[in-house]
């Protein structure tokens, strides 16, 4: 998996008031994502903090219409089930030979009823469907039309705890990412199960993958097995990324 280091000019330039993050945040350092002792994330909590005070938390992601939809590539992992990978899974590849019928995304932590959800159960919920603008942070974009459950009703539906705070997601590839309330909240923030109108295709993360519209691509997890919520910041380790880059 290729991961870069991802230093935009404007982390830069607030790297020198990085050290000011933690003067205006004491006790936060468990509800703010890690900087692993590098000077420069420093400046990504500083970050984090002011878009998240400044910026109107809910304005949606620019859509497009049928017309303007591209050729869209498949990155990162491109198929769990292949054994020739580093990222194959046994698992996984069981559930893609039955089609997924006996697929199920398991949401746990910080909610009332903690369960599993089937493919079928996760197309009871009333869909959105969106066309967005991919932007990976290798530099390249597309656009995709994308339908799925939004976030916030299947956290509802499990019964989300008023101390919930991040929601972290975990793939059949070992891939994991988090995001905090704010964007798991997001109207259009969902769980995809159809791309461009067809069932999502296993190089786009099928079954189902998470569309987070105001983030960069790395945080819309393909091959979902496990959503948990937790009131704390769980650290995944430095993936070589800033945790936050809203866009
Ligand atoms: N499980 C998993 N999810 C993932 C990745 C991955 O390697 N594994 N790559 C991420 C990155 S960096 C990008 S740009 C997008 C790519 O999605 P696509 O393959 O549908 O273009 O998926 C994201 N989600
Ligand atoms: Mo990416």
């Not at 019964?159 to 704010?182: C, H, K, P, W």
């Not at 959503?227 to 380790?237: A, H, L």
Request: proline share 6%; with cysteine.
């Amino acid at each position: 998996m290729k991961r870069k280091h991802l230093l935009t000019r404007r982390t830069a330039i607030i790297t020198g008031l990085g050290s000011l993050g933690g003067l205006l945040l004491p006790g936060c350092s468990k509800k703010l994502p890690p900087t692993y002792g590098n000077l420069l994330r420093m400046g990504d909590a500083l970050t984090y903090v002011a878009q998240r005070s400044l910026l109107p938390g809910q304005s949606l992601a620019k859509e497009y219409g049928h017309h303007e939809l591209s050729s869209f590539p498949a990155t990162g992992t491109t198929n769990p089930a292949d054994k020739s990978t580093p990222t194959f899974s046994e698992a996984y590849s069981r559930l893609n030979t039955s089609t997924f019928s006996d697929w199920r995304l398991s949401v746990e932590g910080k909610v009332a009823k903690p369960g599993l959800y089937s493919l079928d159960d996760l197309q009871q919920f009333p869909a959105r469907t969106q066309i967005t603008r991919h932007n990976c942070e290798e530099g390249w974009s597309a656009i995709g039309e994308w339908t799925g459950v939004p976030l916030t009703l299947l956290l509802h539906h499990a019964g989300i705890l008023s101390t919930a705070r991040f929601v972290n997601f975990y793939a059949y590839d070992g891939y994991m990412e988090s995001i905090d309330m704010l964007d798991a909240l997001h109207p259009q923030t969902i769980l995809a199960y159809a791309m461009n109108g067809s069932s999502l295709p296993l190089p786009h993360g099928a079954p189902l993958r998470l569309r987070v519209e105001r983030q960069i691509g790395y945080k819309s997890v393909k091959y979902l097995q496990r959503i948990v919520v937790s009131d704390e910041f769980v650290d995944m380790g430095d993936s070589g990324w800033s945790w936050y880059t809203g866009i």
